[in-house]
């Protein structure tokens, strides 16, 4: 891997977060704090700025991203919207790839690995739901670990479940990256994180709860997982007692005011489409009933912010890849030829 695009690699984690909506909430028994979700974003793309005209400067070039999207489905067509456009402010090259919803899984998996051996392409994202015929599991493990920004290959998954520097998911990591730019403590707090899904949740309760002296920089907090089939009156013990409340389940109003304590952390990542009753229109919610919450102790107002995902810095980036690009590769090798492919 080249020198350039083991640098361009790392700045790609920073951009992934775009389709994520947070809302944090603070309840203080004497004065509400508001997270400025935007101003964050905008200082961490600042930052990814700073260092892609820095590699310019160097002599390498701009790092390249490469979106797949498969099918016409309008929210994924908004979500790389944003992707490339957050590419353009930080001076990342990208470019997408849009297939029809029929295409065979075999011919996807043939423009997936144009891409892995394409040498000007350093990250690269397969733009999830995929059509009902197309496998997944077996598109995710596709994409080369080392452009696998979305960190959804299952080697990256590994690499991620035992604490080793590699791509996390944009979500949990721009969760986490909100935490520590505010100052919220997570060592030994009690957190709740509603929702399991593999992209979202799992990932979210693994950064929260890990030991944080390892590559990930994990949370080192007591956490709870709740799903679908937690009963009502579990999930309100673990809410009220909990510190911090992640939720990510896509169920409007599931977390209300008497499930929190004071002065704990809310963070809502849920993203839930419903028809507005005064206008009629369609609106986007969270899974916190805001309206219900925000009358409760100190709580003012709820911040939606498009949060852009940090991972890691640059040059521990470029340590890390050099070390594992030749493994990785032959690793997803044998995963292509055995398992998926």
């Not at 919803?101 to 040498?119: R, S």
């Not at 919220?184 to 994180?193: D, H, L, M």
Request: one cysteine or more; a positive charge; proline letters at 3%.
């Amino acid at each position: 891997m080249s020198a350039r695009m083991t640098a361009g690699v790392s700045c790609f984690k920073h951009l992934l977060s775009t389709s994520m909506r947070c809302r944090y909430m603070s309840k203080r028994t004497l004065a509400a704090k508001l997270i400025d979700g935007r101003k964050i974003a905008n200082e961490i793309k600042d930052e990814v700025k700073f260092e892609v005209e820095k590699m310019v400067k160097e002599g390498r070039r701009s790092p390249s991203l490469c979106v797949v999207l498969v099918g016409d489905d309008p929210a994924s067509k908004t979500y790389i919207k944003n992707k490339i456009k957050a590419c353009q402010y930080t001076g990342i090259e990208s470019r997408s790839i849009q297939l029809p919803e029929t295409i065979k899984e075999a011919e996807l998996l043939d423009v997936i690995h144009g891409l892995n051996n394409d040498e000007s392409v350093d990250g690269i994202l397969v733009q999830l739901p995929v059509p009902d015929h197309i496998t997944e599991r077996r598109v995710c493990n596709a994409v080369d670990p080392s452009k696998d920004v979305d960190g959804f290959n299952v080697i990256n998954v590994g690499r991620f479940c035992s604490d080793q520097m590699t791509f996390i998911p944009a979500t949990p990591a721009g969760v986490m990256e909100m935490l520590r730019r505010t100052g919220i403590e997570t060592f030994g707090k009690n957190a709740v994180v509603c929702g399991r899904s593999k992209n979202v949740g799992m990932p979210i309760a693994m950064l929260l709860h890990a030991d944080g002296i390892y590559e990930t920089k994990a949370g080192d907090a007591t956490t709870t997982i709740c799903h679908r089939y937690t009963p009502d009156d579990q999930l309100r013990i673990f809410t009220k007692t909990a510190d911090i409340v992640v939720s990510a389940t896509g169920i409007p109003k599931l977390i209300t005011a008497d499930m929190i304590k004071e002065g704990a952390t809310i963070i809502d990542v849920g993203i839930n489409r419903i028809k507005d009753e005064e206008t009629g229109k369609t609106k986007i919610v969270g899974d916190v009933d805001f309206n219900e919450v925000a009358n409760k102790a100190d709580l003012i107002k709820v911040v939606f912010c498009l949060l852009m995902s940090v991972f890691k810095e640059l040059r521990r980036w470029d340590k890390i890849i050099k070390c594992h690009a030749k493994i990785c590769s032959h690793m997803h090798q044998m995963l292509l030829r055995r398992f998926y492919v």
